[in-house]
């Protein structure tokens, strides 16, 4: 090391002080501290590869090495090699290889010293997921896209500290890429360190540990665990969802011969894959609660309450093990997901189930024919892409569907909303070169359903909308959020006029035939249908995966009526009049959720989670009074993300009631002055 780099290291080396349980300090020292925020500290700033890391001050000089070579800590030889005197395969050798490094860093902060002077690659296998094409459809952003990460330093070393114990604090550096805990005395390891989900590389070798704790297989992101010369007989079956890792360290410990021979034989990707395919279901979560919004009834009519349900269930051939290598293949399979989405479909009862990415076969063949015995009917509409493909291709494009309970609503009108068609039906999109390079090329789709109560003859428009994934069209999102509310405000117009309903006889039996318990049905008088001044009078939902967090341009269009036309999302392109004068529509929608701030996510996984799902309501009409909680946060603490066994997405199903607002109709009113005589002669 130069001159500078040494001073570096001298200054401030002995940062593990701040880490160590107070349990393990001067009684009552420290207590209450509260952990420092380490970029405050100018000028005490160590450089780690590219990473930089601030540190404590520390006799550095003084310090001597804990462990020799000869000997370690747990009373192992550091020339234990599993009882093989020949490594038997080249990926073992690497095991080995890596060991003898890992048994060789004895100095005190080994890896921030040699940072600068040495770069070392680990290889490894595909741990039993192939990899294949992404899937654009299902891509997210990451949260560890540079563009998101401002932290200076990501990576830490208290390698050769003696530590016994970690204090919590240490967990709470979620943004942390790199960890280095070899040659200490922890004999535990806190169940907090699966907060540190960013972490690629962690290093426990030269320890005492004798488990590990279920909570690791939340770090998902790892490529490298080393767990060199520990006491470990076994490992947590949750290991299983760490589907990129790398390379496994475990030479040195007393493992089982089931995982041992494994990993000896086929190296890390199998053990990890064996680890995921044999471990148990977990324990069910308790159920989402429903939150109650207002229990005021402004309405004696049952007619008047409305459900919706809006569901991405992850279409059947977007569910790959190389794009969810976390989820067991059992769990992915969609034998066992559309069985348990069909499940929850029904337990929620809803008036209108808007449903995404649902392939025509699943639809013809599955959700049709189960969901008809609930009293549902499907309005369906695949992506435009079907159209050019044969058609045992074009079965399994996925569309939008929405159901709705026939017994309660007339189907009036359907409409597939394709956001290619509509933008080459503006002349203004068409003239501008940017429509044709981004948004022409999506083939998303919305449906648009009008409906009348049977009974009350109120009329209302379900909207099953799914925009374009990528975050790095925000543009394009914008420009289809544009074109949809366009769309709905034409179709509102005309449905303003539609004229009434004249047959709304429900025919229940096709033979005749009374109910088995032979009692009829009470006949209900049916209202006429309500006429509306306006498209924007008629009551609006509106569902679906927008694919936009609550911070966007989607957002603000939809929920404030109108988006200027310098909005950043739309970035600098040229989209006619939508940037030149901006966009509007009539409509006062609300976010559901927006009642209480939204959930805390709608999508679920290791790269990306969020809100990007939401069910918008017309405020002008509806009262929101109801809606379906989070899920579970002590469940979450396993769960690196979905789908999984009990959530058969990586999205959560979005339920909300409403109940009509009452319409106040105008009448005539005549001034009454008491009784008059008649004063003609």
């Known amino acids: 090391m130069n001159g500078t780099s040494h001073q570096q290291f001298n200054l401030h080396m002995n940062m593990a002080k701040q880490f160590q349980h107070p349990g393990h300090q001067q009684q009552g020292h420290h207590q209450n501290q509260q952990h420092q925020d380490h970029t405050g500290h100018n000028?005490?700033?160590?450089?780690?590869?590219?990473?930089?890391?601030?540190?404590?001050?520390?006799?550095?000089?003084?310090?001597?090495?804990?462990?020799?070579?000869?000997?370690?800590?747990?009373?192992?030889?550091?020339?234990?090699q599993n009882g093989l005197s020949k490594p038997p395969n080249d990926h073992w050798a690497t095991q080995m290889h890596l060991a003898q490094q890992s048994r060789e860093a004895t100095q005190p902060h080994h890896y921030a010293r040699n940072a600068n002077t040495s770069k070392t690659t680990l290889a490894g296998g595909q741990n039993g997921v192939r990899q294949e094409a992404d899937r654009e459809e299902r891509n997210r952003a990451t949260?560890?896209?540079?563009?998101?990460?401002?932290?200076?330093?990501?990576?830490l070393d208290f390698g050769g500290q003696g530590l016994k114990s970690i204090s919590p604090a240490l967990f709470d550096y979620s943004f942390l890429d790199k960890l280095y805990l070899n040659f200490n005395k922890l004999s535990y390891l806190s169940p907090s360190v699966g907060r540190l989900r960013s972490l690629t590389h962690l290093d426990l070798s030269q320890n005492e540990l004798r488990e590990l704790p279920a909570e690791i297989g939340m770090l998902v992101n790892l490529r490298t665990l080393l767990l060199f010369d520990n006491q470990l007989e076994t490992l947590p079956y949750e290991m299983g969802a760490l589907y990129q890792l790398e390379v496994l360290g475990v030479d040195g410990n007393p493992l089982h011969d089931e995982f041992k021979n494994i990993i000896v034989e086929h190296g890390t990707g199998e053990l990890i894959r064996y680890l995921r395919e044999q471990a148990q279901d977990p324990d069910p979560p308790s159920?989402?609660?429903?939150?109650v919004l207002d229990d005021t009834p402004s309405s004696n009519s049952p007619q008047d309450k409305i459900t919706a349900l809006s569901y991405n269930t992850l279409c059947d051939k977007y569910a790959t093990q190389a794009q969810y290598g976390y989820t067991p293949s059992r769990a992915l399979a969609w034998e066992h997901r559309r069985e348990v989405l069909l499940d929850e479909i029904r337990a929620r009862d809803a008036d209108f189930v808007c449903l995404q990415e649902?392939?025509?076969?699943?639809?013809?063949?599955?959700?049709?024919?189960?969901?008809?015995?609930?009293?549902?009917?499907?309005?369906?509409?695949?992506?435009?892409?079907?159209?050019?493909?044969?058609?045992?291709?074009?079965?399994?494009?996925?569309?939008?569907?929405?159901?709705?309970?026939?017994?309660?609503?007339i189907l009036l009108d359907k409409q597939l909303i394709n956001f290619t068609e509509c933008a080459l039906d503006r002349k203004d999109l068409t003239s501008a070169q940017d429509v044709f390079n981004r948004v022409m090329p999506r083939d998303d789709i919305a449906v648009l359903s009008f409906y009348e109560n049977r009974v009350s003859g109120a009329r209302l428009m379900v909207v099953n909308a799914h925009l374009f994934w990528d975050p790095q069209f925000k543009d394009v999102k914008v420009v289809q959020a544009a074109l949809l509310m366009d769309h709905v405000t034409n179709m509102a117009e005309k449905y303003a006029k539609w004229p009434a309903c004249t047959n709304k006889t429900l025919y229940r039996y096709a033979n005749g035939e009374k109910e088995d318990d032979g009692v009829e049905e009470?006949?209900?008088?049916?209202?006429?249908?309500?006429?509306?001044?306006?498209?924007?009078?008629?009551?609006l939902i509106m569902c679906g995966d927008f694919n936009s967090k609550p911070d966007s341009g989607v957002y603000d269009l939809?929920?404030?009526?109108?988006?200027?036309?310098?909005?950043?999302?739309?970035?600098?392109?040229?989209?006619?009049?939508?940037?030149?004068?901006?966009?509007?529509?009539?409509?006062?929608?609300?976010?559901?959720?927006?009642?209480?701030g939204e959930l805390p996510f709608t999508n679920y996984t290791p790269g990306f989670t969020g809100v990007i799902d939401y069910i918008w309501y017309s405020s002008n009409a509806f009262q929101a009074t109801g809606l379906l909680g989070e899920v579970d946060p002590d469940y979450l603490k396993r769960v690196p993300g979905f789908p999984n066994y009990h959530f058969p997405s990586d999205h959560l199903a979005l339920l909300a009631e409403f109940v009509l607002k009452s319409k106040k109709e105008k009448k005539t009113v005549e001034a009454d002055f008491g009784p008059q005589r008649d004063r003609r002669a």
Request: charged share 20%.
């Open 43 to 80: 000028g005490h700033v160590t450089t780690f590869g590219n990473h930089q890391h601030n540190v404590s001050t520390g006799g550095l000089s003084n310090a001597a090495p804990h462990f020799t070579p000869a000997r370690m800590q747990n009373g192992t030889p550091n020339n234990v």
């Open 358 to 409: 649902i392939d025509q076969h699943s639809y013809n063949e599955y959700f049709r024919g189960a969901l008809a015995h609930n009293d549902y009917k499907g309005v369906y509409f695949q992506k435009i892409r079907a159209r050019t493909m044969q058609q045992k291709d074009a079965d399994f494009v996925d569309g939008c569907v929405t159901f709705y309970k026939n017994s309660k609503y």
């Open 287 to 291: 159920d989402r609660d429903w939150i």
């Open 522 to 539: 009470e006949p209900v008088e049916l209202g006429p249908s309500l006429k509306y001044s306006s498209g924007a009078d008629i009551p």
């Open 558 to 596: 939809i929920a404030h009526g109108s988006l200027p036309h310098d909005h950043p999302d739309l970035m600098s392109y040229t989209y006619g009049k939508i940037t030149e004068k901006g966009t509007s529509h009539p409509f006062s929608l609300k976010s559901s959720y927006s009642n209480i």
């Open 143 to 155: 949260k560890g896209d540079a563009a998101e990460r401002q932290q200076i330093w990501m990576a």
